[in-house]
């Protein structure tokens, strides 16, 4: 079955510090990627997505992502983190050469700052 | 006004009452959604009208009742609706089909109690 695994509910780290936001994933074939992030109050905005390619993706924000096929994983990190990145994050995944419906999403990661 | 409104931001009411959620973009996109989002749970698609076909998610239970009457306006009709049917409910709009899965547009969310 499909599935998107975050495997951490909440994560609170230091403002300035590194982040490391996990992603796992059962998909029959490799898919396209994202991460959104949802701040309080707001809807989803997409962070950035992997269709192929460097595996390395750079997203908004100075976020970045990296696929890796052997481990279905798509860890977010982020060098040094500022309180204004305190959100819900989303991992998703969705079939190659298909609609937008057929996107899946993780139970999401809430970030917050320690100041 | 640019992306995706969504109107009303809050909207409490009773069992017995009838409402609409609204949802207008203006990106020019062909495909819309609604999404439920519930705490600790994985957004759960609700229901996708794309170039004006309705697609549903048949475990939706029909309280809910959407409506597209063209390529920029969806609603979402209430009716009899159950305290657990509390949640935030997101419109999003996408492209498709666009040769991959295309990434989503996420409204602001109405938040809705059901007393």
């Known amino acids: 079955a499909q599935s998107v695994t975050q495997p951490d509910i909440h994560i609170t780290v230091s403002e300035g510090a590194s982040l490391e936001l996990r992603c796992n994933y059962s998909y029959g074939a490799t898919p396209y990627l994202f991460w959104y992030v949802q701040s309080p109050g707001q809807g989803l905005q997409l962070l950035l997505k992997y269709f192929s390619g460097d595996t390395l993706v750079q997203g908004i924000k100075g976020f970045e992502a990296e696929f890796k096929r052997s481990q279905s994983s798509f860890n977010l990190r982020k060098p040094s983190v500022h309180w204004s990145d305190a959100a819900e994050y989303f991992c998703a995944v969705g079939p190659r050469g298909s609609s937008a419906s057929k996107i899946i999403f993780g139970s999401g990661t809430r970030l917050s700052i320690r100041p | 006004e640019t992306g995706v409104t969504q109107t009303p931001r809050h909207l409490v009411m009773g069992m017995t009452n009838k409402k609409s959620l609204k949802c207008e973009q203006h990106l020019g996109h062909n495909a819309m959604y609604w999404y439920k989002q519930s705490a600790k749970k994985p957004l759960e698609l609700m229901f996708v009208?794309?170039?004006?076909?309705?697609?549903e998610n048949n475990s939706v239970p029909s309280r809910f009742s959407p409506e597209c009457p063209n390529s920029s306006h969806l609603f979402l009709h209430l009716h009899t609706l159950q305290p657990e049917d509390s949640a935030l409910y997101l419109c999003?709009?996408?492209?498709?089909?666009?040769?991959?899965?295309?990434?989503?547009?996420f409204g602001s969310g109405t938040q809705l109690s059901v007393l």
């Open positions: 009208y794309s170039l004006e076909e309705r697609v």
């Open positions: 999003a709009s996408s492209q498709d089909p666009a040769g991959g899965s295309e990434k989503l547009f």
